[in-house]
């Protein structure tokens, strides 16, 4: 299997995360068991990233999410969070190093979660490689950059340098491989770490403060 063939298949499994997050309205990511993100985050709810700053509960939640899921156990776990918000996990079909699971909702209706989880079963259960000699993956992972004083993960400043170059949503979507939702997702998330409201005061600050080095990289 090549690198390119693995990257792809990546890039296809994301647009049909996104696809399906933005059909059904909830949130979606693909984990391994270590909690490691082999897709980005699709509709990541902002309120949840909001309470993340200062609540443990919420910056470990997919951690915890996933600790409630009982190995072995194929059926998907309907959870509820302690701000109560539901959400369900269960394994995916995905041969990988590790085992991968989907992490799927962060809503107040338990009835929607569990109406679209047998669905969300039913096609990531469909029979996906990535095998054990995948070693690189075809996204940066999400976590801050060690001299980045903003606290935006790597995907956010990615979308921040075009944003600030001026490139549309629509445009950044194309050349990230993720969804235009995704995209206004991220973007939002980006304005509430800058303390900004648009797109003019986010490339005014980019100048002000000397960051366009750090956007190139």
Same mark, same amino acid.
């Given at each position: 299997m090549t690198d390119t /063939?693995? @990257?792809? #298949?990546l890039s296809n499994i994301q647009l049909l995360q996104d696809m399906l997050s933005e059909h059904f309205n909830i949130f979606l990511v693909l984990v391994d068991q270590n909690v490691q993100e082999l897709t980005l985050p699709s509709q990541f709810p902002l309120s949840c990233y909001e309470n993340a700053l200062t609540d443990t509960h919420c910056k470990n939640c997919l951690s915890i999410c996933l600790s409630k899921h009982q190995d072995g156990e194929d059926e998907p776990f309907l959870g509820r969070c302690h701000r109560g918000l539901f959400y369900t996990v269960f394994p995916a079909n995905i041969r990988y190093l590790?085992?991968? /699971?989907?992490?799927?909702?962060?809503?107040?209706e338990a009835e929607c979660i569990a109406k679209t989880a047998p669905l &969300?079963?039913?096609?990531?259960?469909?029979?996906?490689?990535?095998?054990? @000699?995948?070693?690189?993956?075809? /996204? +940066? +992972? =999400? #976590?801050?950059?060690?001299?980045? =004083?903003?606290?935006?993960t790597q995907q956010e400043l990615n979308i921040l340098h075009y944003v600030?170059?001026? &490139?549309?949503?629509?445009?950044?979507? =194309?050349?990230? /491989?993720? @969804?235009?939702? =995704?995209?206004? #997702?991220?973007?939002?998330?980006?304005f509430s770490k800058l303390k900004v409201s648009n797109r003019?005061?986010? @490339?005014?600050?980019?100048? +002000?403060?000397?960051l366009i080095e750090m956007l190139k990289r």
């Open positions: /063939y693995r @990257s792809e #298949t590790i085992p991968v /699971y989907l992490i799927a909702g962060f809503s107040v &969300l079963q039913a096609i990531f259960n469909l029979p996906i490689v990535l095998d054990s @000699s995948f070693q690189q993956r075809p /996204y +940066k +992972k =999400t #976590t801050s950059c060690p001299d980045n =004083t903003l606290g935006l600030v170059n001026g &490139l549309p949503n629509q445009d950044i979507a =194309t050349k990230l /491989y993720i @969804s235009l939702n =995704t995209v206004k #997702t991220h973007i939002a998330h980006i003019t005061e986010a @490339s005014l600050f980019v100048h +002000k403060n000397g």
